[in-house]
């Protein structure tokens, strides 16, 4: 956006700025942020959103399809299912706890990711070694093998699926942060600070952390989109969330038993998913070409 | 050369007996009696009991168990399922070539499709081809693999009847079990009706193959574009460009070679990927492989099997990995160390 200038002054945006500026040139990105915020809403909102309680049965209207239907009722209007709750209901109270879950699980491997990353990349020698090679080759057992075995243990259950699903998204950000801190350590201001007398805590926490607090966040929605189709898709094998549960994924193998009748019963949740995971997406590419963008200058 | 072999088996053996820990930790760590899930036998006789205690050793410390344990498992003796009652390395090695077959050919198929469309998409960057097939390829990977399949399964399964529901071929046709691969076993065998059971197998392999190959193939696609994206400015392009070579010559000769590269490497991080999607695909499509009897396991409590699958997969993938990892290393030893793709 040009902006009115009546004296030769230069506009210097900061960082960020330069990124949200680059970022909207993504017409794209910026249609997946709101569907996001749309989805982010939900979360925050569900229970004055949703017209009925999403495990509420209504006995006398069972099965009544969409209201676009000929003989669906506006009431409901996506219709009820086969004991009669509320899909819309469902939907809305499902997309809060797929993406809110997704969301608090990414947080946490974050947090955990970023600290044994920054301890294998600011350390050296063995321990370093063999922390990095070992978790390499360890982590890439895949997600649902990590959750088979969680379940095994603890028992079906939502909770025991996020475990899973928190353990098997921890290494993709200690590799970042550990790429990512071995190459700042070698830089300029990295050194300057060494020499001002810095210990390693204030070296990481004060010199390197804001400059990677970017990378976080593109790293972070691409956990997002992996949380969200994990999370659904141990729900739909019935490992992680339970049947009377609003879960996106649990919902979707609800609505297996009734596919015949009510196809919708299936279109629905699915396309939840996929819509919702889309937007991540899509905002994840946009934030990376921005940011992309914004280093070659 | 030599120095990276060496490292990489150093690696290797050492995920491998830290996966074995693991595994014999497990058998502590499932409810139960820490014997009867190692052998997954009911031991309601005391002398049978005295006897597989004896087998494992189960009165030593922890470290002579282990050690019996670690014998065992080089035996090839892997302890019973609770619920067949069969060995478990024989089921293991029955149902794991399943799941590599369909892996397999999805990789491959999506190799096949992906790396040229990314091809033509970083050639074109930023337009409308590129945009295009960018836009179907993040639609690709959004997709959740298991609505995919569902959806597959009632376009072409239920309303058209193209292609089987469920299962790996007929139960007409009796396929001799050799490699555990079906197209190789019918092909080797001498059945009377060879062709019909090659077409019968290949139809209830489609929508499988399709539903992995549909979301591996947009990742293939995307990291292809973005490495043909980054090589095409660097200087030796440009150079072979100034020495006046046309742009096919350019590309055929410098930009692929150098825009593969990065993409072997990233293989191995799309194998956890691959297999994860076939395990929850087998399970829609009563595909018999691993995954769908590791899940089945889960649902009948079956700890041996649990146990035994766990660490069957485990080292599958991690051998896999450091094997391309390694193979990646000898391939560009300009690599640096630990350096991954960016999608």
Redesign the interface.
Known sequence: MPRFSLYQEEYHPSPLQHTWLAFRQSH?AVIGLWILGFFATLVVFAPLIAPFDPVQQHTDTLLIPPAWEPNGSIEHLFGTDSVGRDVLSRLVYGCRMTLGISLILVLLAMLVGVAIGALAGMTRGVRSSVL???L???L??????IA??I???LG?GLVNSMWAISLALIPQFV?NT??FVRNEMKKDYVTAARLDGANKVHLFFITILPNMVEMLVVQGTMAL?IAI?DI??LG????GAQAPSPEL?TM?SEG?KI?YMS?SS?ALP?SA??VM??S???VG?GL?SALRNRMRQ | MFRFVLRHFNLYVLTLLVLCIFSFWLAYLFPGDPLVNLTGLTLNDPADYQAMAQKYHMDSGILVQFWHYLVLLWDGDWGFSFSSGLPLYQEIFDSLPATVELSTYALLLSLLIGIPLGFLAGLRHHRTTDNALLAASVVGYSTPVFWLALLMILLFSLQLGWFPLSGRISLLFDVPHDTGFILVDIWLSDMPNKGAAMINAVQHMVMPVLSITIVTTAIVLRLTRRAVVEVMPKEYVQAAYARGLSKHQVILRHVVRNAMLPILPLLAMQSTILLTNAMIVEVIYSWPGIGNWLIQAIYQRDYPAIRAGMLAVSTLVVSLTIFIDLLARIIDPTRERGARAKI
């Open positions: 794209v990095n090679h070992l390499d080759s360890l890439a057992i895949p997600t649902l093998l088979i075995i379940v095994a243990i079906v590799h550990r790429d989109s189709l659904s898709a739909f094998l019935g490992l994924g979707l297996l596919a196809p299936i699915g998913i996929f995971v889309l991540v997406n899509l590419d990376r």
